[in-house]
């Protein structure tokens, strides 16, 4: 499906005006284990492809499972039939971009006795270095991705991505007591030298076997939060993104919809989407509509630049196509993260933010789990469960500090954030 789609030509010969089809094939070799044990050595194979078919300005998608002609011919009558009771819309069209030579990242297979003696020094390094640590789920994996995408326009892509990944599930215990839950992870291209060393988990594994005291804050007061990297993206990223998103802005709900060229942010703060980064093997060259992606400067300095404008919101709305949402990066700031603790009077810092997704007005509510109390610049003590509240827009303007260090998850690079008119309720 490289150069040409067999499935979006016999959509057309099916009575579709214009089809595409997009398909994904993932080849992982797999690691498990837990804090004493290997539990699992397995490779698996997966493919998925989607079919989209447009007809009258209507459109419908199906999934095919297996390319037997007569699943293929399934998928399509499907499609047609959605496409059939589906409302008719100007902005369904297939898009017309210019295609790229096929690429290839990373390494093209997997280096086994890599992922089984890193899982080994793993579990050494554990009992040795964080006895109190318990890993309740542990994947060291390699996986090959292949896409590839065409349409009946002629657009053809496709890309190859290889890479390394870690992801573990663990808790402090000692003496009948255990700590919050936590989780973290990255990936790489290149195999990693030490598991315990991946993205924040070295950290992280420290602050679980400081956690068994755990305090709830003292009463409830407005003030810092420091928000490392594992918070950060779930508490303030992914939703700044959605309402930057061109599905916020073609609802009417984005408060942020006539803010182009207008500073929503401290100066100290920028948001940059970087899908094309080298160093990201979460990535993407080309999105769901097959169009290339590319760099894109959403906020910078505290100004709102740009929208996250993909092929369809473009065509419905009238707007510039500007980029996907993959490969998200905060650049550093000055300060090192421990001159930032120093320098706060009373917050907490914040590793794990546990909550719904914040309101259209972005006003957020939720638990602070795996963080500390900071009182006159020090880290006083692990805190029980507590409720933190505020406003994501108020808090983007009230940025103090952005650390210096960062840490590169494989699909973003973020560093730690320290902001101020936070609620903090304790007991």
């Not at 595409?20 to 284990?33: D, I, S």
């Not at 936590?182 to 594994?205: D, T, W």
């Amino acid at each position: 499906m490289a150069a040409a789609s067999p499935e979006s030509d016999l959509a057309c010969a099916a009575g579709a005006d214009a089809a595409q089809a997009a398909l994904a094939r993932n080849e992982m070799v797999e690691v498990e284990f837990d804090t004493r044990r290997l539990q699992l050595l397995r490779t698996t194979e997966d493919e998925t492809t989607s079919l989209a078919v447009f007809k009258g300005g209507r459109k419908g998608t199906a999934a095919i499972t297996g390319l037997a002609p007569e699943s293929v011919r399934a998928a399509i009558d499907a499609a047609l039939a959605a496409a059939a009771a589906a409302p008719p819309d100007p902005a369904n069209q297939i898009a017309e971009a210019a295609p790229a030579p096929p690429r290839v990242h990373g390494p093209v297979a997997a280096d086994r006795d890599h992922l089984v003696d890193r899982a080994h020094e793993h579990i050494a390094a554990m009992a040795r270095d964080f006895p109190a640590v318990v890993s309740r789920n542990a994947y060291h994996r390699f996986t090959r991705t292949r896409r590839s995408f065409a349409s009946s326009a002629g657009l053809a892509q496709q890309e190859t991505r290889g890479r390394y990944s870690f992801w573990t599930m663990f808790a402090g215990r000692r003496d009948g007591r255990s700590t919050s839950l936590n989780y973290s992870g990255a990936s790489a291209y290149k195999p990693f030298p030490q598991l315990i060393e991946v993205g924040s988990l070295h950290r992280l594994y420290g602050e679980a076997s400081r956690s068994f005291d755990m305090r709830p804050a003292p009463g409830k007061f407005v003030g810092d939060v420091i928000i490392t990297p594992d918070a950060l993206e779930g508490m303030l990223l992914w939703p700044l993104a959605r309402v930057l998103g061109g599905y916020s802005l073609m609802s009417g709900t984005s408060p942020y919809k006539e803010k182009r060229g207008q500073a929503i942010a401290s100066p100290l703060f920028s948001l940059l989407n970087r899908p094309t980064a080298a160093s990201f093997p979460e990535g993407q060259d080309f999105d769901g509509y097959g169009v290339p992606t590319h760099d894109l400067d959403v906020i910078r300095d505290g100004v709102l630049e740009d929208f996250l404008v993909d092929f369809y919101i473009a065509k419905k709305l009238g707007l510039k196509q500007t980029a996907g949402a993959t490969g998200f990066v905060i650049p550093p700031g000055a300060k090192s993260e421990a001159d930032i603790v120093a320098e706060t009077t009373r917050g907490i810092l914040l590793t794990r933010f546990s909550g719904g997704s914040p309101a259209d007005n972005l006003d957020f509510s939720g638990i602070a789990k795996n963080a500390f109390y900071v009182e006159d610049g020090k880290l006083r003590y692990p805190l029980a469960e507590t409720m933190i509240s505020g406003n994501l827009r108020e808090l983007l303007l009230a940025i103090r500090a952005i650390s210096k260090e960062t840490i590169d998850f494989g699909s973003t690079r973020l560093p730690t954030i320290a902001a101020g008119g936070v609620t903090i309720h304790g007991r």
